[in-house]
């Protein structure tokens, strides 16, 4: 490998001067992500064409140098960091949006490019792109692709999987080879899928340089409805009769009591209500908002919800705050973990867990989860998306209080355990990362499938026979 | 190897009397699939659990034995075929319907489970599972997943890959390892996404012993359309308008006009009306049902459709046989190409293709397609999903009628070259068989990504590292 000294300056004659960054300060900026993994890259670069992706990829391999993609870094698994010395691939400046059609449901865009800038430009047209992470604002499309996210709309819409169409990446190899995957066309079948080989496969494989993206129509007006329950299982229950009587639900969000009780107080949100909360929005014309409103207030009410907030709307569903509450315990759960910080020149450090199990043992798996947080005497916000069963537990510890991570991390792994047994997954939408490796290996010994590991890195040779590609991360 | 006697004396140790054939007949008759593509077979077998197909597979490993998946053999583009010698798997006695749930929203079912009885088992419930090829009612769970089938929902919910949230497989290597991947979530992000590799692989990659589905609730009601355009290019503008209204489509088909007179023809149909036919529907509840259905014939009216057929609901529909023309269109092929032979004794082979081009090229597509049957000389009926692009023209010869089959061939090609020019793929949801591997090469040189083949043959020594399964196909 060639000097730190030379790797910079063989850099900007591939890239150009200001393309490649190598003050301390901005390369620190660059090695950390939102949690507080933090890495030790020798410089940043920021290329603006695919071809300098090839040329910088080729230069790589050539070199032996290892190379970290990076969206936003608001990814909370540890994947987006660099884990050993190499460069970090900026996408901040390849952010254009190239083509799209709503005739032909698609948006082609540069990896660089925010899901809330996609989803600002399609609202012009009325169309949308489904896949919401909590991090949209930041999260970026090669980002999302890459770790495979998921969000609200899951149960209607899936996660990244099931909606890139096409996919253009360049290889970590002597060429830097660029392939263009899939197409612009929802069916597609030409040999094997590696699109959805690369989703989710945390920049590992290849790097993502151009992504072509389904989308979907707005819709044309929802009803929305919060509801408290005194009781987690009259929740679940409610849940199991939407399903029962067949609502196609667009939204299914729930928080436990002590998460609503916290985060509206942290925020001092104007809602009001207490219990466990469940949230359901089911997109239907304006004719039949009554009925539905009525039909899912019936479900709420012979299931014991204590109250219940509804809305016409989306509209007026925002102007009542039915969603503040979800929303608002990621950021209310920092908040609190920065005030109960014994000293405040330290940093809180949150954790947001991302457990799934079939919406079925939702109400047996929060009640479990906290007898797991009440046993390691650790504080705990939680909520999720009922509908498709995914489950994300907050939990928080001060930089340097070793006991207390100590504490989180072995909830953690009994957390991911939980999920096992209960006929779950140890990661649903957030991926593997550095953080839950050791859950990877539960899983696939729980399923007797430890050789899917082997397949994996296997895989991963083909792609990357060198291994110079996001080094560290998945096992 | 060992001799043919030793084989299937060894698979009746191995399986049991009763599920191993060797009789003539019919092995041959599973050794035929739906066109007209034959193998040779020395056995077929039929296993009842995972752990006798984990022995088979074992079993076969280790004696360079090459193995046949089977479900229904109704794909058309040879890939359930016995290439070259062989032992055929039928999945016939794997046929159970596991286990379901409509409030975790998954079915879990063996690989002979035909995609009919799953939703014939559903429908009980008010659930469907939305993947709808064409052969519905034949397709089996494992083929289905194999070939990665698609069908009239495919704009709503996708093909296969789209379906699938767990799977059983077992490898051909020296131990028959069963691997359990994913699970009951749609959720679920743990290390590379070797189900959706598997989904579409044509049976070349591990033998599908179980497999989990998501399932989605039947809509409540749907209002339908059938309307009748002069011209292709009104009725590719209806479509378009369609999508720029946001209608959120649930099934969009199209036939043109030549394929409508010669369907009504030959299956002597009741319904009336001439020209390029769409059919349109739309999952909306009863009390929009006449808005709905009046905003659609707006459209139809205003991009000069002649006449129009409405049905408030799906029963309404079927009585008025709104779908007839469309599902009626192979089998009316059938019948036309076998009146159409000079030879009662020969049999006629028909051909069904399977591109997809952006919708917005579809006037286009279907007008150079139909140039091309021209200059080739040969009868074509045409139609498909206009939703999402997917076209099906179909074409047939008369057994041993080589300069017709040459022309078919030649068309064929033409057509790949088409859809590759006008954005689109040479294979949708049909595969790439033994018929296509030419159309893989194509579109795989077209996007200069030729290095995907190599990454695909190195994904399959992974899987089979012997080459034992299923090989001959896709290239």
Redesign the interface.
């Known amino acids: 490998m060639p000097s730190k000294k030379d790797v910079i300056k063989d850099l900007r004659k591939i890239l150009g001067e200001e393309a490649v960054e190598d003050d301390d300060l901005v390369v620190r900026m660059y090695s950390k992500d939102a949690v507080y993994f933090e890495g030790n890259a020798i410089a940043v670069v920021f290329p603006t064409s695919t071809s300098q992706v090839s040329a910088l990829l080729s230069y790589a391999y050539r070199n032996d140098l290892r190379i970290y993609p990076q969206g936003s870094a608001s990814e909370i698994v540890g994947s987006s960091t660099p884990a050993e010395d190499g460069i970090v691939i900026s996408f901040n400046r390849m952010n254009k949006i190239k083509q799209y ?6 948006i082609t865009a540069e990896p660089g490019v925010r899901l809330v800038e996609i989803n600002e430009f399609l609202a012009k047209e ?2 949308t792109f489904p896949i919401d992470p909590a991090s949209v604002k930041s999260a970026t499309v090669g980002g999302a692709i890459n ?2 996210a ?1 969000g609200m709309m ?2 209607r819409y ?2 990244m ?2 909606a890139v169409l096409g996919l253009e990446v360049v ?1 970590p190899d002597e060429k830097g ?5 899939g ?12 699109i ?2 690369i ?3 945390e920049g590992t ?1 290849a790097v993502v340089t151009e992504a072509t993206l389904k989308i ?5 007006n929802t009803v929305n409805i919060a509801a408290f329950f005194p009781s987690l299982e009259d929740l679940a229950n409610a ?2 009769e939407l ?2 009587r ?3 639900l667009y939204i299914t969000e729930f928080l436990d009591s002590y998460t609503v009780e916290k985060t509206v107080e942290a925020l001092k949100l104007k809602i009001k209500g207490k219990g466990n909360m469940l949230i359901v929005s089911v997109d ?5 908002a009554d ?2 409103l009525s039909a899912l207030k019936e479900v709420m009410v012979s299931n014991n919800a204590s109250s219940i907030i509804e809305a016409r709307s989306l509209k007026e569903a925002e102007e009542k705050g039915i969603f503040d509450v979800r929303r608002g315990y990621y950021p209310a759960s920092i908040r609190i973990a920065a005030e109960g910080r014994k000293d405040p020149r330290t940093r809180p450090i949150v954790y947001v867990e991302d457990i ?5 043992k939702m109400a047996e798996c929060v009640r479990k989860v906290r007898e797991l947080a009440e046993k390691y005497g650790i504080e705990m916000t939680l909520g999720g ?1 009922i509908g ?3 489950l994300h537990p907050v939990l928080w510890f001060e930089e340097g209080d070793e006991e207390k991570k100590e504490k989180v991390f072995r909830f953690i792994r009994d957390l991911m355990q939980l999920a096992i047994d209960l ?10 990362g550095t953080t839950k490796k050791e ?2 290996i539960m ?2 010994e729980a ?3 430890e ?3 082997d ?2 890195k ?3 040779r ?2 990357d026979p060198k291994g110079i590609l996001n080094p560290g991360k ?2």
């Not at 979907?216 to 044309?220: D, H, I, N, R």
């Open positions: 059609s709503t005739v032909d449901m698609y009325g169309y770790s495979g998921g899951g149960l899936g996660t999987k099931d290889l080879t660029v392939l263009r995957l197409g612009r066309t929802t069916k597609h079948r030409v040999g094997y899928d590696l959805r080989l989703v989710g496969s494989l979907v129509p707005l819709p044309e849940v199991v399903k029962k067949k609502f196609n239907v014309p304006v004719e039949a009925r539905t799934s199990v079939p919406p079925s998306h498709d069963g995914n006929g779950g997954t140890v990661s649903s939408e957030h991926g593997i859950g990877l899983e696939l399923n007797k499938s050789k899917a590991l397949i994996m296997e895989i991963k083909i792609f998945l096992w």
